[in-house]
């Protein structure tokens, strides 16, 4: 995981204060997805204050589930055929009292809540709906109150293929909010004030063709997980892990208590596309251990102030980013819309720093530095081939380690006043870097290998872009910080046809 060190529990409170809650920003019509790229939003649906309601009446043929009766709708389940339309009634619906009661649903069921309708846990059962039933559609529910532990979830708990999530509030649980499966689609909901994650997009098996649009994503991590366990990587809005192929488009994500949308360990094939990513405590995003996406057309702004500030404080000079591409990029071998991380379009306006593009020199398969302890890339199967003496050689030297390489970053508009942000130092940052390579001692990536790969043999490119306010570029490792003139000169070269504005940081 990429988090360096815990943050102070007081520092969190600090930048929250700019984070704006459910019922906060602007009501507009919800981005719908296009087949041409969208622009980047200025406002969205507040899901989560006014939620679209659910059918006043029992749609045609559906068994209708009682709030008076606890466990009536697992009960109802139970005994009803698949492709069950149930509509619940208004009203607080329970399951029955032990921890593990749940609704597991049969293939292709349906669950409609009326207006009103409420299924909640009490603090008391663990899961909401849980099975391996695909292809199960849940609409205009409010799922609330439970306590799923650490890395778990409540809403289809053992990650089933197909569902479909729509119209849903899904608030104030423990653990995940919702986990998924293949295929998933979950659209126009509230995932609010989740005590780990608002969605863990997490399945030990195939986890391929998610969609996740136009939703309110806001205040989860109530229970700051990166508190609690130190650089455990485990928080944020979502958190997608070994997914290939999704499309992130249209969401509101904003005021979590950590990193809005994180990408963590060989996901592949991103849309990230036409959201407003704002008032996270962490970075808008991160895309980590990773390959191939396209990130265009977003509103980024107020971001990570809390990180920021916080590393700033202590001393730190590592480059925190708001967009921060952690041993990621383009690989034309793995199949994918693209193949490279392409960066465009994307509006970032006074977030606590910019984009950066990362390597971590001691990790890669089998190195102990790995923190996704027993992963290896996408490329090799065997991990106990990247061994010496082969790991020094072709092709596993290469395929061994994951890398950020064939990262295209462009016309993109970069705003940054510091008064607004409130920082004096170490904040405004564009970066593209590596650490000087120590561990383990059989490492053939020690020294300034990788440094001077990421930053002039891999690829990774900024041009066309709009800068206004100090920039500043950070260059092979934490120590080099630059100018616009170094930064655009030899040997660098980068941001050839951009435009800088308002203090350039020359």
Not at 156 to 161: K, P, R, V, Y
Not at 334 to 340: G, L, N, Q, V
Request: overall charge neutral; glycine content about 12%; hydrophobic content about 35%.
């Amino acid at each position: 995981m990429w988090r360096r060190r815990a943050l102070p529990a007081a520092a969190l409170a600090v930048a929250l204060l700019a984070a704006t809650g459910c019922d906060g920003g602007t009501t507009d019509a919800t981005p719908r997805p296009t087949t041409a790229p969208s622009k980047p939003p200025t406002s969205v649906a507040r899901v989560c204050a006014k939620p679209a309601a659910g059918p006043a009446k029992a749609p045609a043929g559906a068994v209708t589930v009682d709030p008076a009766v606890p466990g009536d709708l697992a009960a109802k389940t139970g005994s009803s055929p698949p492709h069950t339309t149930f509509w619940l009634r208004p009203g607080r619906h329970t399951l029955l009292t032990d921890r593990y009661d749940q609704v597991i649903p049969k293939e292709g069921n349906v669950y409609v809540g009326a207006p009103g309708a409420v299924l909640d846990g009490r603090e008391s059962n663990h899961y909401a709906f849980g099975g391996a039933a695909p292809d199960v559609t849940i609409r205009h529910l409010t799922v609330r109150g439970f306590v799923a532990p650490r890395d778990e979830g409540v809403v289809n708990h053992d990650s089933a293929d197909g569902w479909v999530i729509e119209h849903a509030m899904i608030r104030d649980n423990s653990g995940a909010g919702l986990m998924a499966g293949a295929r998933q689609q979950v659209r126009a909901s509230c995932l609010r004030d989740n005590g780990q994650y608002g969605m863990n997009a997490y399945k030990d098996g195939d986890l391929s063709g998610l969609v996740v649009e136009g939703n309110e994503i806001t205040g989860n991590n109530t229970d700051d997980w990166e508190r609690q366990r130190p650089q455990c990587g485990c928080s944020g809005g979502v958190k997608f892990w070994a997914v290939n192929g999704a499309d992130v488009r249209g969401n509101w994500v904003h005021g979590n208590h950590g990193t809005g949308l994180w990408a963590d360990t060989n996901n592949n094939d991103f849309l990230i596309e036409g959201n407003l990513i704002e008032d996270n405590a962490g970075a808008a995003l991160i895309y980590e251990i990773s390959y191939n996406a396209v990130v265009r057309n977003n509103t980024i702004r107020r971001n990570d102030w809390v990180d920021g500030r916080a590393s700033a404080a202590g001393g730190d000079t590592f480059p925190f980013a708001t967009v921060y591409l952690s041993e990621s990029g383009g690989e034309p071998r793995i199949r994918a819309r693209t193949d490279k991380i392409e960066v465009y379009r994307n509006v970032l306006e006074n977030n606590w720093s910019g984009i950066t593009l990362w390597e971590n020199a001691d990790r890669f398969c089998n190195s102990p530095a790995n923190t996704s302890s027993g992963d290896c890339t996408l490329l090799v199967k065997d991990t106990g081939r990247c061994v010496r003496p082969a790991i020094a050689e072709a092709p596993l030297y290469s395929d061994c380690r994951w890398k950020t390489q064939r990262v295209d970053i462009h016309e993109n508009r970069f705003v940054l006043d510091k008064s607004v942000v409130g920082c004096t130092a170490r904040c405004g940052h564009m970066a593209v870097l590596s650490n000087y390579g120590t561990y383990p001692d059989w490492s053939p990536y020690q020294g300034e290998r990788v440094a001077e790969a990421i930053t002039g043999g891999q690829h990774n490119r900024w041009h066309d872009n709009v800068y206004v306010g100090p920039w500043t570029f950070v260059v092979h490792d934490a120590s080099r910080t630059v100018g616009v003139k170094q930064w655009r000169g030899t040997p660098y070269r980068q941001d050839a046809g951009s435009a800088f504005r308002a203090g350039d940081g020359d």
